[in-house]
Each structure stands twice: as structure tokens, then as C-alpha cells.
T-cell receptor, first 115, second 114 residues
Framework: DTEVTQTPKHLVMGMTNKKSLKCEQHMGHRAMYWYKQKAKKPPELMFVYSYEKLSINESVPSRFSPECPNSSLLNLHLHALQPEDSALYLC??????????????FGPGTRLTVL | EDQVTQSPEALRLQEGESSSLNCSYTVSGLRGLFWYRQDPGKGPEFLFTLYSAGEEKEKERLKATLTKKESFLHITAPKPEDSATYLCAVRSPISSGSARQLTFGSGTQLTVLP
């Protein structure tokens, strides 16, 4: 089973709202990722967690706050977003980060619209 | 800096008309080349991982090959359900952190007409 789940599927929020995106995997993967994807563009890496610790932050604005409560869960907390933050937010996971065999498996994504 | 270029940007085929998608890459120390399929509004679906020149992998109507500079995704006798965007990505060692990043190409949008 290579399933990564994400909730919600769709989210509409105002610029003053606080919301969270959730990602879950039960494959025993120790690396988890957040990507942002705009229409007709490839995914852009935002954050990487390795063994529940933030490993990479790709200079993402502080209005995006990631959290990894345990090895199976990854959250993305959203606050004071801008309309240009509207995009498909993708979560991915991979077995580990130190071997050359780890494929990233993506979830279905959360379609975020900021009004 | 790693670079990945996919061509063509868009491809329209008739059902049963075989073709190939190209992924050219420039990377220091390839640690894997990945093919994904992405349907509109969905997350990328993993297809293949290739690690070394000469390697080939097949799955149903798809076959991926790898050379030192490029990878091809061959589609044999495609069906309308093969319509999707096909993404190529490469992974290389990075200088900081413990995680390996993916560099994606811009994708090839494939449409297979019945």
C-alpha cells in the first residue's frame, strides 16, 4: 500500500482566517514533504521533515507553518494568506532520506482558494 | 544547478498511435530519475524510478528508458485513459540537510483521442 491521504480535499478561506491542512501515511515512511503547485506548473517544494524534524524550509513565508506531530502525520497551518497563495497543496512521503532508493509518493492534494 | 527539460510541452495522439516523451536532464550525481503521471486536480501518481544508464522499466503500455543525458517514456498503443500530464523529476545529493530534493520538469500534457 502506497497511500498518502490528505484532508480536506477543498478549502476556501478568507485572508484573516486560520486553517490547517492534514496529511497522513501509514507506510512507515520517515520523510514527509509539503509542495505547492500552481496550474500548469510542476510542484514546488516548501518543507521537508526527516524523522519528525524540520529538515528543509525553502524560504516559505511565515504565514505557512508546518508541524509534524509524529512519524505518520504532517500538518500545514495557514494564517493570513494572500489570494496568490491559492494553489494545490500536495503532501508526499518517502521511506527515508539517506538511501538512494526512496521514491516520493504523493497524496491527492488539497485545493486551496484564498478570497 | 540541476535542470530538467521535458518535450514536447503538449502531445495529441490518436488512440493506438505510439509515441515517446522526452526528459533531458543536467544534474551532478544522479540519484534517481522519476516519472509521474498527474491527472487534473490530483496528486502525481508514481510510475517509474530509474537509476543508471541503460536501465528500462515497463508497466502496461508504458516503458521508461534512461541514458546519461535523457530519459524517454514510450507509450505503446495508447488509450484515452492514458491522457494526463507526465512529469519527470531527478534527484541529486544536496549540500545541506539530510533530505534529498526532487527537481521537476514542466511536464508533457498528453491527450489521446478516441
Amino acid at each position: 500500500d502506497t497511500e498518502v491521504t490528505q484532508t480536506p480535499k477543498h478549502l476556501v478561506m478568507g485572508m484573516t482566517n486560520k486553517k490547517s491542512l492534514k496529511c497522513e501515511q501509514h507506510m512507515g515512511h520517515r520523510a514527509m514533504y509539503w509542495y505547492k503547485q500552481k496550474a500548469k506548473k510542476p510542484p514546488e517544494l516548501m518543507f521537508v521533515y526527516s524523522y519528525e524534524k524540520l529538515s528543509i524550509n525553502e524560504s516559505v513565508p511565515s504565514r505557512f507553518s508546518p508541524e509534524c506531530p509524529n512519524s505518520s502525520l504532517l500538518n500545514l497551518h495557514l494564517h493570513a494568506l494572500q489570494p496568490e497563495d491559492s494553489a494545490l497543496y500536495l503532501c508526499a512521503s518517502s521511506l527515508g532520506t539517506v538511501t538512494s532508493t526512496d521514491t516520493q509518493y504523493f497524496g491527492p492534494g488539497t485545493r486551496l482558494t484564498v478570497l | 544547478e540541476d535542470q530538467v527539460t521535458q518535450s514536447p510541452e503538449a502531445l495529441r495522439l490518436q488512440e493506438g498511435e505510439s509515441s515517446s516523451l522526452n526528459c533531458s536532464y543536467t544534474v551532478s550525481g544522479l540519484r534517481g530519475l522519476f516519472w509521474y503521471r498527474q491527472d487534473p486536480g490530483k496528486g502525481p501518481e508514481f510510475l517509474f524510478t530509474l537509476y543508471s544508464a541503460g536501465e528500462e522499466k515497463e508497466k502496461e503500455r508504458l516503458k521508461a528508458t534512461l541514458t546519461k543525458k535523457e530519459s524517454f517514456l514510450h507509450i505503446t498503443a495508447p488509450k484515452p485513459e492514458d491522457s494526463a500530464t507526465y512529469l519527470c523529476a531527478v534527484r541529486s545529493p544536496i549540500s545541506s540537510g539530510s533530505a534529498r530534493q526532487l527537481t521537476f520538469g514542466s511536464g508533457t500534457q498528453l491527450t489521446v483521442l478516441p
